[in-house]
């Protein structure tokens, strides 16, 4: 019996496939798209602000090796959702990689928090878009699949907040909580469970990443204000997350090396959920 090839560059190929990135004009989503577009694979990102994804796009591109675009859109309703879905469609019949990334927090105190952009709009973007845009991408996904050994994949991004009760800590201000935000996580990582059910047999994977402390726009407001030795202290690794990391995971869940991985919430947090301190104060209620 002849040994399989595997090399690295067999294992890890990605060369090309096409990607779409909700929220990838910024943070881990611009990781996450500046991987794939290094590694040969064609990269859409979708955000709000059309201007940031031009400065992504035109970062982005110093170092692909295959073409880089952006769409602008807004993945906070059905409507939003939909609208993206179909202006993707009208420049690809194919689809390999959907990476949903696009997320939100809200802070606010405990006993005043708002509804609509505490609660529904947190889980109208971290949830719900996942869920329409997976569902609405499925034919394409599916039809793009190269089978068992090659399946088309889903990577939702989640957070170590889905497993991490405490929701008043450095990275919101004083007296207020992201009571919203642990338990949208918490139900990205039950959806893609499901995918995984769902969409395995047509050779789709659907796997979550859950990072801890990455310098991204939702940690900006504490890492600044708290400083970022606040989050080190409780860091057996000594850092927080940085490109490299979530670069390496990313690439790992698109390519042939993990085609039998899928329903997978992979925790990247540098053991931080393992440190003795603790970011979040004790509170009296």
């Given at each position: ?15 090309g496939?096409?990607a779409?990135v ?6 881990i989503?611009?990781m996450?798209?500046?991987a ?7 990269v859409?990102?979708?955000s709000r ?21 952006y769409i602008?859109a807004n993945?906070g309703?059905k409507?939003g959702c939909?609208?993206l ?9 194919k689809?390999?990689?959907?990476v ?15 509804e609509?952009?505490g ?22 996904l599916t039809?793009s699949?190269?089978?068992s ?5 889903i ?10 009760p405490?929701?008043?800590?450095p990275?919101?201000r004083?007296g207020?909580g992201?009571?919203s935000?642990q338990?949208?996580?918490a139900?990205?990582?039950?959806i893609?469970?499901?995918?995984a059910l769902?969409?395995?047999?047509q ?10 402390v990455f310098?991204?726009r939702?940690?900006?407001?504490g ?11 409780f ?7 940085n490109a ?9 869940l ?10 997978a919430h992979?925790?990247?947090?540098g053991?931080a959920r393992y440190?003795s ?7 009296k209620?």
């Amino acid at each position: 019996m002849s040994v399989p090839d595997l090399s690295v560059p067999t294992l890890f190929n990605i060369k090309g496939k096409i990607a779409l990135v909700t929220g990838g004009s910024t943070g881990i989503g611009k990781m996450i798209a500046s991987a794939f577009a290094q590694n040969g694979c064609k990269v859409y990102i979708a955000s709000r602000k059309e201007d940031q994804l031009q400065q992504a796009v035109s970062e982005i591109r110093q170092k692909a090796t295959a073409p880089v675009d952006y769409i602008v859109a807004n993945v906070g309703s059905k409507a939003g959702c939909d609208a993206l879905i179909a202006e993707f469609k009208k420049r690809e019949n194919k689809l390999h990689i959907l990476v949903n990334n696009s997320g939100i927090s809200w802070g606010g105190p405990f006993d005043d928090f708002p509804e609509e952009k505490g609660w529904d709009n947190v889980f109208n973007v971290n949830v719900k878009s996942i869920f329409y845009m997976s569902a609405g991408l499925t034919p394409l996904l599916t039809a793009s699949s190269g089978g068992s050994l090659d399946p088309s994949r889903i990577i939702n991004i989640s957070s170590t907040a889905s497993v991490e009760p405490s929701s008043e800590s450095p990275l919101s201000r004083p007296g207020n909580g992201t009571w919203s935000y642990q338990p949208s996580k918490a139900a990205v990582n039950h959806i893609t469970s499901q995918f995984a059910l769902k969409l395995g047999p047509q050779h789709v994977t659907c796997n979550a990443i859950l990072p801890g402390v990455f310098p991204s726009r939702m940690t900006e407001f504490g890492l600044k204000t708290a400083g970022e030795g606040t989050f080190i202290s409780f860091q057996p690794t000594g850092r927080v997350g940085n490109a490299q990391d979530m670069a390496g995971l990313a690439l790992f869940l698109v390519s042939p090396a993990s085609a039998h991985i899928t329903g997978a919430h992979i925790i990247t947090d540098g053991g931080a959920r393992y440190g003795s301190a603790r970011a979040a104060p004790v509170t009296k209620l």
